[in-house]
């Protein structure tokens, strides 16, 4: 009788031992269980999938390979008393949502995963064992690199373009400062076009149009528009209008999606110029 309740409670316990593997090695999460001397003493595969380590190198069965590392977001290495299991075995504290790097021969690149940590204490008061977790956020990492990146370019080229314009000095001509300062008054204003430009200025359209092109060497509409432009730049810039549509009206445009599908191309246009003036 007795040995057959023995039996039976063994292999409950083996029966829920092994749920409780199977729990664990279908969770998302890595989770690595350390003895109070940090020697491992139960890991799930997501665990070694992670960490770039198989079970018997995790066990201590089997030499880790030197180059197998942590990385701070700096990639500099972690010294041992900065890995998780030791900071919550010297802290005595529990810890959250950490990004660390996994530097393995394993993997192609680093693995980035965030992670958590707390102590398990006995009845007595003793740190019994140490639960460390980890997630694995690469992807995010990579898109929040990425996004970096593209920024980095934008604000690049938005300086470059900047300076470029400010150095620039296509109104150095009396003549054409003048036909700019008349746009300037005018800007504003949505008919004001070559037509009303040469009756403010005196002068017959083909004999504005012509100087224009003389000294610009763009049409006299080609010119009244990169005035807009410039204008509208201005205006974006020192964020003057709340909205683009404000931006639009101000420098005489009354169709705000042309607006900005035209105020786009002319700023491409202007930093593949200064792009070009580089090579």
């Not at 300076?163 to 005018?186: G, I």
């Not at 070559?194 to 504005?208: D, E, G, I, P, Q």
Request: aromatic share 8%; with cysteine; glycine share 2%.
């Amino acid at each position: 009788m007795y040995e057959t309740d023995s039996r039976k409670t063994t292999e409950a316990l083996r029966i829920n031992e092994d749920r409780y593997k199977g729990l664990l090695n279908n969770l998302e999460a890595g989770i690595v269980v350390h003895a109070p001397d940090t020697s491992i003493i139960m890991s799930n595969f997501k665990a070694s999938e992670l960490l770039g380590l198989t079970n018997e190198q995790m066990m201590g069965k089997k030499a880790i390979d030197p180059a197998w590392k942590f990385v701070d977001l700096e990639n500099n290495t972690l010294s041992l008393e900065d890995y998780p299991v030791n900071k919550v075995l010297t802290s005595k504290k529990p810890i959250k949502s950490q990004v660390l790097g996994i530097h393995s021969p394993m993997f192609k690149d680093v693995v980035w995963v965030t992670v958590n940590g707390f102590p398990i204490y006995s009845n007595t008061g003793d740190c019994s064992e140490i639960v460390i977790s980890f997630f694995d956020i690469s992807a995010r990492k990579l898109a929040e690199s990425e996004l970096k990146r593209q920024k980095d370019n934008l604000d690049r080229l938005v300086e470059e373009l900047i300076t470029q314009r400010n150095k620039a000095k296509p109104y150095d001509n009396d003549f054409l400062m003048k036909v700019r300062n008349c746009v300037l008054e005018n800007i504003s204003i949505i008919e004001f076009d070559v037509n009303t430009l040469a009756a403010k200025l005196f002068m017959s359209r083909s004999t504005l149009q012509r100087k224009i092109e003389r000294e610009s060497r763009l049409t006299a509409a080609q010119f009244v528009r990169i005035i807009r432009f410039e204008k509208a730049h201005d205006y974006i810039q020192s964020k003057t209008h709340r909205t683009l549509a404000e931006t639009a009206y101000a420098v005489g445009f009354s169709n705000v999606s042309y607006f900005s599908k035209v105020y786009k191309k002319y700023c491409a246009e202007k930093i593949m110029s200064s792009n070009s003036l580089k090579l």
